[in-house]
């Protein structure tokens, strides 16, 4: 009888052990890419905290879906447009790295954020914060901080970096700001937006 109650109980706890679970339902977090440079097609960066990695629209009415990565290099000019598009408060971050031909330290400045196609001579960011639906835009200034080059293989057409603590403030509030950290990426510009 010992036996019987003891090989119930048993069964019992193994039932209970199984059934057990960590369900909380939590939402899967976005991860960093990893830092490479072999032509990836990856991008990351933290914004305030908040990873953000591209997203392609999803539930888009018939058409193109917006591509969550964007990058295009020609005239010695990188544009980088990298957002969350699938998420109700994706991010968007906007890289314009003018007069690239080889690796190196980047140094941004004052930014616009226009409508129109804003191209100097020099280099600049701006990130758009969708949160509840209201943007805020935020633009690089002198003081931002640079994004360096680690790779640019013009034979391969490979283009890597990252950047770290840049510091950019929103276009209504200069005394709001947010910061970018732990950035990455690492572009095939051949098959990039493919």
Do not use: H
């Amino acid at each position: 009888m010992k036996i019987k109650i003891l090989k119930t109980v048993l069964l019992f706890a193994v039932i209970i052990f199984f059934n057990c679970s960590n369900n909380d339902d939590s939402i899967e977090q976005d991860q960093l890419p990893p830092i490479t440079q072999t032509g990836a097609n990856t991008f990351g960066c933290v914004i305030n905290g908040e990873v953000l990695v591209p997203k392609d629209a999803i539930n888009y009415p018939p058409g193109p879906i917006p591509r969550g990565l964007k990058v295009y290099y020609q005239n010695n000019i990188l544009t980088i447009d990298a957002g969350n598009l699938a998420d109700d408060n994706g991010n968007r971050v906007y890289i314009y790295i003018n007069g690239i031909n080889s690796t190196g330290s980047f140094e941004l400045n004052n930014a616009e954020y226009t409508a129109n196609n804003f191209t100097p001579n020099y280099s600049y960011l701006w990130v758009r914060e969708n949160n509840n639906d209201i943007d805020k835009i935020y633009l690089s200034k002198t003081t931002t901080g640079s994004i360096n080059i680690s790779r640019f293989d013009s034979v391969n057409n490979i283009v890597s970096g990252n950047f770290d603590n840049l510091n950019i403030v929103n276009k209504d509030n200069t005394n709001e700001s947010i910061t970018l950290t732990n950035g990455r990426f690492d572009f095939n510009l051949n098959t990039v937006n493919n």
